[in-house]
C-alpha cells in the first residue's frame, strides 16, 4: 500500500499554470501506475490523466489533451501534473492515485489515494 500527498493547488487566473505534485510514501511507488482525477462541485469524479511506471505511456482525458502534462520522478518517489492554459471549468479537486498493473481510466481500479488538492480557476 502507498500513502500519497497532493500539493500545489491554489487560486489561479484563466490562463495561467499550476503544477501539482504527488508524493509517495514509499520507495516501490516505482512499480505503480499514478493518475490524476478531479471532482467539480455537484460533478463525479473523472479521469484527468495517468502515467506507467516507466513513464513511457501517457493517457490524457480529452479535455485536457494539449495543456496538462503528467510526470513522474521515481528517484524522488513523486509524481506531478502540469496544468497549462487553464480554464474555469479545471476547478475542482484534484487527487492522484496509484495501481499496479496497466493503465486504466476508471478509478475504481485503483488502491490508493491521496487526500486530494483544491485547484480553482478564475475567470
Known amino acids: 500500500q502507498v500513502q500519497l500527498a497532493e500539493s500545489g493547488g491554489g487560486l489561479v487566473q484563466a490562463g495561467g499554470s499550476v503544477r501539482l505534485s504527488c508524493a509517495a510514501s514509499e520507495r516501490t511507488f516505482s512499480n505503480y501506475v499514478m493518475g490524476w482525477f478531479r471532482q467539480a462541485p455537484g460533478k463525479e469524479r473523472e479521469f484527468v490523466a495517468a502515467?506507467?511506471?516507466?513513464?513511457?505511456?501517457?493517457r490524457y482525458t480529452d479535455s485536457v489533451k494539449g495543456r496538462f502534462t503528467i510526470s513522474r520522478d521515481n528517484a524522488k518517489n513523486t509524481g506531478y501534473l502540469l496544468m497549462n492554459s487553464l480554464k474555469p471549468e479545471d476547478t475542482a479537486v484534484y487527487y492522484c492515485?496509484?495501481?499496479?498493473?496497466?493503465?486504466?481510466?476508471?478509478?475504481?481500479?485503483?488502491?490508493?489515494w491521496g487526500q486530494g488538492t483544491q485547484v480553482t480557476v478564475s475567470s
Open positions: 502515467i506507467n511506471w516507466r513513464g513511457s505511456d501517457t
Open positions: 492515485a496509484a495501481k499496479k498493473g496497466v493503465i486504466y481510466y476508471s478509478g475504481t481500479y485503483y488502491t490508493d
